[in-house]
């Protein structure tokens, strides 16, 4: 660790929720530089709770994070992450968690980044008047361990109130929103900020680790780190059938965040189980 090039190096963390426990870890153990979190207002950039809408995608949302607080502290590393939660993007009909993380590096002009997706989220949402009883709601929301958001039930979605941990905080906000609805009626819904969400917390941490352990990978031919898997090598042929499936993953491609240098890495598979064939298992 001592002769890797980031070793004991200034790493900012921009951060708005807390994330250093979550993130500095993997570093310490994996790559052995210096995080420190600036914590700003990164909600310009968009809200989890949909009162500033995001205009960029997570990861160069991500990115703009990670420059935000390189500006401001003169810091030429920065790190920064960003979640995307809602239906999959493959699996539509069930929600989860797609955590980004990047370390933006101005000395070498280099970005890397990993992503972590999980279906351990935990995310409810219902609408209620302030006389409903919601205690079912309040189990399967994990709540209080989850904190919760009250806000209008409206398409917009100024007006909320987040982080609720408590009861009684609870039906004051639910009372208190109910009065400034158009139809009297509230959202209540879990809060996904990082501070308020442990399922989210954990997914922060896995991706965290994913990054820590790429970035302590040097380049075999230019000797930067980043180097990690870029893609994959496709094709594979039924062990049944015999037929070919071109879309089939059959090996990892390794590369480089810098340079275009790349090489074969771990073998997926070999040959292609009739379960996964299209003739065989149409």
């Given amino acids: 660790m001592p002769s890797h090039p980031y070793f004991k190096k200034e790493v900012v963390l921009t951060s708005k929720h807390k994330k250093i426990d979550l993130i500095k870890p993997a570093f310490d153990i994996s790559v052995g530089c210096n995080i420190f979190e600036l914590p700003l207002d990164t909600d310009q950039l968009g ?10 995608p997570p990861l160069e949302t991500a990115i703009k994070k990670a420059r935000l607080g390189m500006s401001l502290t003169g810091t030429p590393l920065g790190i920064a992450s960003e979640g995307s939660i809602g239906p999959d993007p493959i699996v539509p009909f069930l929600h989860s968690d797609i955590e980004h993380l990047v370390f933006v590096d101005d000395e070498n002009e280099i970005i890397i980044s990993e992503t972590f997706r999980s279906f351990d989220i935990t995310l409810f949402t219902t609408t209620v008047s302030p006389k409903d009883d919601l205690n079912q ?8 361990n989850h904190k919760l ?11 909320s109130i987040k982080g609720i941990d408590d009861q009684q905080y609870l039906s004051e906000a639910i009372e208190k929103i109910a009065e400034i609805s158009p139809d009297g009626l509230v959202v209540v819904e879990s ?3 990082a501070i ?5 917390q954990k997914n922060i941490e896995q991706v965290a680790n994913l990054l820590a ?9 230019c000797k930067l780190p980043g180097w990690g898997c870029v893609g994959y090598e496709k094709g594979l042929t039924c062990s049944e059938c015999g037929s070919e499936n071109q879309l089939a993953i059959r090996q990892e491609i390794l590369g480089c965040a810098k340079c275009e240098f790349t090489k074969s890495g771990k073998v997926i598979a ?4 009739p379960a996964n064939c299209d ?3 149409p």
């Fill in 47 to 56: 809200t989890f709770s949909g009162d500033i809408a995001r205009l960029d």
């Fill in 137 to 144: 709601f309040l189990q399967k929301a994990d709540f209080p």
């Fill in 149 to 159: 958001i009250v806000r209008p039930n409206r398409s917009d979605k100024s007006g």
């Fill in 191 to 193: 809060d996904l900020r």
């Fill in 196 to 200: 308020s969400s442990p399922s989210r």
């Fill in 213 to 221: 352990l790429r970035i302590s990978q040097l380049c075999p031919e």
């Fill in 270 to 273: 070999s040959v292609l189980s």
């Fill in 279 to 281: 003739i065989c298992n």
